[in-house]
């Protein structure tokens, strides 16, 4: 069994050009987050994606539908939405310091190893479901890192030290392979 998985970001937001972390607010993609969304269609291939599952948080869905508008079905799954930072959503990204909550969860919120049992439950569903298939997926920044930790087997300091935004190596789609 095997599934592999085109993950995606979702654009930019409102919060995101004012240094602030989103977590589980629903968040509004920018200007530039609608540019990018609308760009970004035309750097992939879209034949090659049998499914699109993104967050059900409302900057995610946005990004999907302007990134696959009529062309793939689109399922929304609230476990690949964003690390829940409790008292913390919508508050400077400087107070979620992810290093600082890979056990211990934010206040009233969650630790990274809570998104990384979502997101176990997530990959399961999938080779479950959709073996042999390619799935686009559309989320968030915890989310991809917990995928890091699963499909490459990696601790959760080394994928937030590799992380491609501290790094600046954006793509246009990470490949992730279950098995």
């Not at 900057?59 to 799954?77: C, G, P, T, W, Y």
Request: glycine share 6%; proline share 2%; with cysteine.
């Amino acid at each position: 069994m095997s599934v592999k998985i085109i993950y995606f970001v979702h654009g930019t937001t409102f919060d995101n050009e004012n240094h602030i972390s989103t977590g589980q607010n629903p968040g509004e993609l920018s200007k530039l987050g609608i540019k990018q969304s609308k760009e970004l269609r035309n750097k992939i291939n879209l034949n090659e994606i049998d499914l699109v599952i993104c967050s059900d948080l409302k900057r995610a869905v946005d990004s999907a539908n302007l990134i696959f508008e009529n062309e793939k079905i689109i399922i929304q799954d609230s476990r690949i939405r964003e690390c829940d930072y409790g008292s913390l959503n919508g508050h400077d990204s400087s107070l979620a310091v992810y290093e600082e909550h890979i056990d211990i969860s934010f206040p009233n919120g969650e630790s990274m190893k809570d998104v990384e049992k979502r997101l176990r439950e997530f990959c399961s569903f999938l080779l479950e479901n959709y073996n042999g298939k390619t799935i686009a997926v559309v989320a968030h920044k915890a989310p991809q890192l917990a995928l890091d930790v699963i499909t490459k087997n990696i601790s959760w300091d080394k994928a937030i030290e590799q992380d491609w935004r501290k790094t600046k190596s954006w793509k246009p789609g990470w490949i992730y392979e279950l098995n």
